[in-house]
């Protein structure tokens, strides 16, 4: 019979709890992006980066092609978006998710843009619908434009 002392149990099973919890080293792993982070990132990308490229990681194939169609960030605002915008911030302004978020697929955000437009002040907002394919957000749709806020 083999006899193992209490110590040592105690130390494998922190050894092996320890080796459980640790994060992943892979250089290419991609940190998880909540639907807000991959919205911001987005219309940062288009309005502030002016980067068609940068923002084609958090969109569909489809808005991809139509994005590969229109090749810079301004032609994206204008035909895409809808939106021509310089000097833009951007913040969330509603967001449809709740507490239970790992259990929504769907997601519709709201971003809220300041900015100029054609030399003036202006405040406006833009409608995205995100999907979850897998643990990655990713954006499907671009409503249309419900109109101007205020500005």
Same mark, same amino acid.
């Given at each position: /019979?083999?006899? +193992?002392?209490?110590?040592?149990?105690?130390? =494998?099973?922190? $050894?092996?709890? @320890?080796?459980?919890?640790?994060?992943?080293?892979?250089?290419?792993? %991609?940190?998880?992006?909540?639907?807000?982070?991959?919205?911001?990132?987005?219309?940062?990308?288009?309005?502030?980066?002016?980067? $068609?490229?940068?923002?084609?990681?958090?969109?569909?194939?489809?808005? %991809?092609?139509? /994005?590969?169609?229109?090749?810079?960030?301004?032609?994206?605002? &204008?035909?895409?978006?809808? =939106?021509? /915008?310089?000097? $833009?911030? #951007?913040?969330?302004? !509603? +967001?449809?998710?709740?507490?239970? &978020?790992?259990?929504?697929?769907? $997601?519709?955000?709201?971003?809220? #843009?300041?900015? =100029?437009?054609?030399? &003036? %002040?202006?405040?406006?907002?833009?409608?995205? &619908? @995100?999907?979850?394919? *897998?643990?990655?957000?990713? +954006?499907?749709?671009?409503?249309? !434009?419900? *109109?101007?806020?205020? *500005?």
């Amino acid at each position: /019979m083999i006899s +193992i002392k209490p110590i040592t149990l105690i130390t =494998l099973l922190f $050894v092996f709890f @320890l080796s459980a919890c640790e994060q992943s080293t892979d250089p290419n792993a %991609q940190p998880k992006l909540s639907p807000e982070q991959v919205s911001l990132g987005f219309f940062q990308a288009i309005y502030v980066d002016n980067d $068609v490229e940068k923002a084609k990681q958090f969109v569909a194939p489809d808005i %991809q092609e139509v /994005m590969d169609h229109y090749h810079i960030a301004s032609a994206v605002q &204008r035909h895409v978006l809808g =939106l021509s /915008m310089k000097q $833009v911030t #951007m913040s969330i302004d !509603e +967001i449809d998710i709740d507490f239970f &978020r790992k259990f929504t697929d769907d $997601v519709t955000v709201v971003v809220k #843009m300041e900015g =100029l437009k054609g030399g &003036r %002040q202006w405040v406006d907002d833009r409608t995205i &619908r @995100l999907h979850k394919k *897998g643990s990655t957000w990713v +954006i499907v749709e671009i409503l249309p !434009e419900k *109109g101007r806020i205020e *500005g």
